[in-house]
């Protein structure tokens, strides 16, 4: 136990001292009972609102409530604009010769959201008008104009031609008008039109097949029928075509091909290079050359019998490089004729080394070789009927039609190509210009090729034939040359107009009476005038112009089937023209 004295101190003028750092804080104490609830203190700030809740079922409508007031007016918009569409006609698609009038052209045009309801055809824009070709298609199994309705086109409904006469009438009550109509294959007429026929025009069969046989180009095109019927057979000329040449291979006159540009235009296709020794030396393109030395000597050169070699611009002598080992070019440099900078006095020279070019002076020595270009080969073809003779050989041009006889014309899609073992042959069918038949299929007339054709014909009118007469029944040759005029009695020959000489031999003859031509007899001579007659004739008339002598019958007499002219004046005299008559 320990003793602490007790002694009292008593202190003045105190004063605080500095505050010492905060001690190390104690251990909790044991808590001690619960002192009274305390005041409530403020009402915190609001939570967040949470999730909405699940809709409860709606619950019954309220009943309406009255009409409330009418409000006032809107101020008035503004007024909007029509728009309207034009309908024209045009020839073509860029509005040529416009028109409003419907189915008067080929073209419709529409233009949209125009301001006016019309326009003037006369002034208007083509162009503000979208043009389509106009067609209408009708397409039907029958097709019955009632109330006797007309089809038209070109024409009016009254059947009125337009200015040109193109298009067709068909009206109500059968008439039917066109002009410069076509009938593609066969006209026909009668019940039963196939079998009961009256009348074909045109009946034509045209080309019917084409055979070929060869190795080159099937390119023979029929561009036209014929109008006769007839076999034809064509053929590429032996020994006439020249075939196409190739680079590195052997050109036209000889040398080597070393360009191709593709095409034949300008009449050439190729180039061609000389001969190495072209210039007679030891080794290719042997000798040095100034300038103009080199175009000379190119230009003279010949060979394979050609001699329009020449020497090349600088395009044409770069084309020689690529083909320099077949060319066997020296790897020098060579001449072109072609001026750097439009100077003759320097020329291009291009490096056979290396395909490289520059320019030298026109004085320096350089190497040279020949070219040509390669002329255009040419194919002929020839034609014949079968079993007749080749026609000769004609050259082949592209899209020519060649006329083989009777109308039929070939052309050819190539000019080059072809093989000379290309032939072609061909039948053309039978062609009429008219056939008539009866209903059993014999043919009394045929037009075909210019030439009428009938079993028989009867001519009915009775009018003497005459110098003036122009209703006699027959005649042959135009009515102011020279023309026969038959009647039922009389041949009658004249010539504008005049009577004229027909001179022959009769073997038979029909008829009382038949005028013939000038014949010459010399004094106291007599002429047979006809041989091998029949009957009892005599002459009854012989008339000399130039003496103005006109002799009847005295003169001319008949011993047995031949007839004689006797003069019996003291000299030569021609009778113009002289009858017989059939006593």
Partial sequence: MSLITKNQITIIDVSDGEQGPQGIQGETGATGPQGAQGVQGETGATGPQGETGATGAQGPQGATGPQGPTGTDGTDGIDGISHYMWVAYADDADGSN?????????????????????????????????????????IATKIRITGNGVVYSGYDENGNPPADGKGFFLGGNGIFKAKDGEFIGTFRSGNGASDSARVAVKEDAGITSIHYTGSGLNDLQITQDGTIEASYEVKISTGQVSAPYSVGGIGEAGGTVFYDKGNWDDGYRYLEAASPYWDNGSYPDNYYYNAWEA?????????????????????????????????????????????????????????????????????????????????????????????????????????????????????????LGHSTTDTWSFTQGSMYGLSIKNNIGTEYLKASNGVLELTKQRLTNTQDASETSVDHAFQIGPDNGQNIRFDTNELLPLNNGNIAGLWTYLNSIRGPGVKYGSVTISANSRVAVATGVSGTWRVHQAYNVNNNTDMWGTHGYQSGSTIYIHNTAGFTTTFDWFALRLD
């Fill in 98 to 138: 416009l028109s409003d009038i419907p189915g008067t052209r080929q073209y419709i045009g529409h233009a949209y959201n125009q301001t006016s309801p019309t326009y003037d055809a006369e002034i208007v824009d083509p162009s503000v008008f979208y043009w389509i070709p106009y067609f209408l298609y009708l």
């Fill in 295 to 415: 175009r000379d000597a190119c230009n003279a050169y010949s060979q394979g019998g050609f001699s329009d070699w020449f020497l090349g611009n600088l395009q044409q002598v770069l084309a020689m490089y690529p083909q320099k080992t077949a060319l066997s070019l020296r790897e020098n440099l060579y001449w072109a004729y072609q001026y750097y900078n439009d100077d003759d006095r320097t020329w291009y020279q291009v490096d056979m080394s290396d395909g490289s070019y520059t320019w030298a002076s026109i004085g320096l020595d350089r190497r040279a070789r020949p070219m040509r270009k390669t002329s255009k080969p040419v194919e002929y073809f020839q034609w014949r009927l079968v079993g007749g003779t080749w026609s000769s050989p004609t050259a082949i041009t592209a899209g020519t039609s060649y006329d083989l006889g009777n109308n039929v014309k070939i052309s050819f899609g190539n000019e």
